[in-house]
């Protein structure tokens, strides 16, 4: 098992702030909309620097939405921002209608996803959200693992035409990935090679994986790891060449198990190369309120629940 480590964590949505801060040095093009929430979103560089160039828009994230849509008309870039319950759910007629419809240039930038939200409660735990855009046609779906990564990536949708939902969370995580990384929208990254079982895994839970495949190999386990930080599109290549080596797969994610990763995943596995899969994801239920690693623990999101699923798919194979 190759060695991986870190110096910090960082929150992901720190990553995303530093990232719309560098395009508004770079792309004049690029345009800012905040529902009420430019701290929360880390906002704050870009509005001080580009006050022209910011709208605050208040507690009204459907009409973000319409003036998103709005601003590419005139040839802007359009990056929205609010907690990812409120960038989906509350809003879903107008990025259907409004911009995935006709492929407009907006890139949904959604913060606090997922249950490390934490204390918030279920209300604003959105688990759905991956499920919800990846459906919508022209919509590209990301979800990067770290602070380096989400900046990345937030740069990199800069550059691709098309509506983008890019998902990233509150707490630090481990920030393990290249400061000077080239973000490929829609290819999959190798961590760890292996021959017994594939762990693919996106956001939070890529570092999950990793400590899951370092435990694996004490067992005598060689799982070849992937981080899926784009959802839509999905790198088939990379998953079926994974799975023609290892016979089996795990997915992980922060995210219902219905309509996510795994549900991606399996599709493909369906149509393509049938292979016994575990999930680790929330089993249909809405979440509650409480510290983020208790509440990963609790849903079954953690380093043991990966390594567990691992055995059991290993298990399946013929």
Not at 77 to 100: C, E, K, L, M
Not at 195 to 217: P, S
Not at 253 to 282: I, T
């Amino acid at each position: 098992m190759k060695k991986f480590t870190f110096t910090e964590k960082k929150d992901t949505r720190s990553g995303f702030g530093a990232g719309l801060s560098e395009l508004g040095k770079t792309n004049p093009a690029v345009v800012a909309l905040c529902a009420d929430l430019t701290g929360s979103l880390k906002m704050d560089a870009f509005q001080k620097a580009h006050p022209e160039r910011f709208f605050q828009v208040g507690i009204a994230e459907a009409n973000m939405m319409g003036m998103a849509a709005g601003l590419t008309i005139g040839g802007k870039i359009p990056f929205t921002g609010t907690f990812a319950n409120f960038s989906t759910g509350r809003v879903y007629d107008q990025i259907r209608q409004s911009i995935a419809y006709s492929g407009k240039n907006v890139k949904i930038c959604a913060s606090h996803a997922g249950l490390t939200l934490g204390e918030d409660g279920a209300t604003h735990q959105i688990l759905e959200d991956i499920g919800l855009m990846k459906m919508l046609p022209h919509m590209v779906v990301i979800n990067p693992c770290d602070y380096n990564q989400t900046k990345a990536a937030t740069m990199a949708i800069a550059d691709y035409h098309g509506p983008v939902y890019l998902r990233f969370g509150r707490p630090a995580v481990p920030n393990f990935t290249p400061a000077d990384q080239k973000f490929e929208i829609g290819k999959a990254v190798l961590l760890n090679e292996g021959k017994d079982v594939t762990i693919i895994a996106t956001g939070h839970l890529v570092w999950k994986a990793i400590e899951a495949g370092e435990q694996l190999a004490t067992m005598g386990i060689d799982a070849e790891i992937i981080n899926i930080h784009t959802i839509k599109p999905l790198d088939e290549e990379a998953i079926l060449k994974s799975l023609a080596k290892t016979g089996c797969v795990v997915t992980a994610e922060e995210h219902q198990m219905n309509g996510g990763l795994g549900d991606s995943v399996a599709q493909l596995l369906a149509r393509k190369a049938p292979a016994p899969q575990e999930y680790v994801a929330v089993n249909d239920s809405f979440g509650e309120s409480g510290t983020p690693d208790e509440l990963m623990v609790k849903y079954g999101l953690d380093t043991a629940n990966i390594v567990d699923a691992a055995k059991r798919a290993l298990t399946r194979k013929k």
